[in-house]
């Protein structure tokens, strides 16, 4: 007897066999949608993992290096948002890296902010020149409430030496299998090299 035949002699009324194959045929569709909902969800989450760990490692490189001034000109480490609950919490990071005796030079002096739901930065002293998205969906609201949270928290908005950095991304669409978007948030305290 072949596979046909063995099938075949399973259902061999096809009035019996009909349920069988639509409830079959339901159970395998349901568990499809439901591995495509987990398979959506985890790389949304793998995403945004990964966007605020980048980010995150960004501003600590470019952080570490603000106050670098080898000729002692004396210019401030930073130059903080004075009101980080704004709409648009900033940064501005400077660095004599060609050790010229100035900040005036590309990424010598730069601007990192949190606008519009993108973490942006421009990296030159000039303001007519436009920011660069760092990545997207950098909402800094944490637990969802509607509230940022500022991004950069300095210890002193007058003389700065450390500052904590937190960023909370965003999935760009809602969990399919909740319906609610997923969140994640890094952190990290950085001592500035100096201050003035």
Request: some cysteine; glycine content about 4%; aromatic content about 8%.
């Amino acid at each position: 007897m072949t596979k046909r035949n063995i099938f075949a002699g399973c259902f061999a009324n096809d009035e019996a066999a009909g349920p069988v194959r639509v409830s079959l045929s339901f159970t395998v569709a349901s568990f499809v949608i439901q591995n495509s909902q987990i398979n959506t969800a985890e790389q949304m989450s793998v995403a945004l993992q990964s966007d605020a760990r980048n980010s995150l490692t960004l501003i600590e490189n470019t952080l570490r290096t603000a106050g670098w001034d080898p000729k002692n000109v004396g210019f401030a480490a930073v130059s903080v948002d004075s009101t980080p609950t704004g709409a648009d919490n900033y940064i501005e990071i400077f660095a004599d890296l060609n050790q010229d005796d100035d900040t005036l030079d590309a990424d010598e002096d730069i601007t990192i902010r949190q606008h519009n739901n993108d973490l942006e930065w421009r990296r030159t002293w000039d303001t007519s020149q436009p920011f660069e998205i760092i990545a997207d969906d950098i909402t800094n609201d944490e637990d969802g409430d509607g509230t940022i949270e500022p991004l950069f928290t300095p210890d002193s908005l007058t003389n700065p030496k450390r500052v904590t950095v937190k960023i909370t991304a965003r999935s760009p669409v809602p969990d399919p299998r909740s319906g609610l978007y997923l969140r994640y948030t890094v952190s990290a305290d950085v001592a500035l090299r100096s201050s003035q």
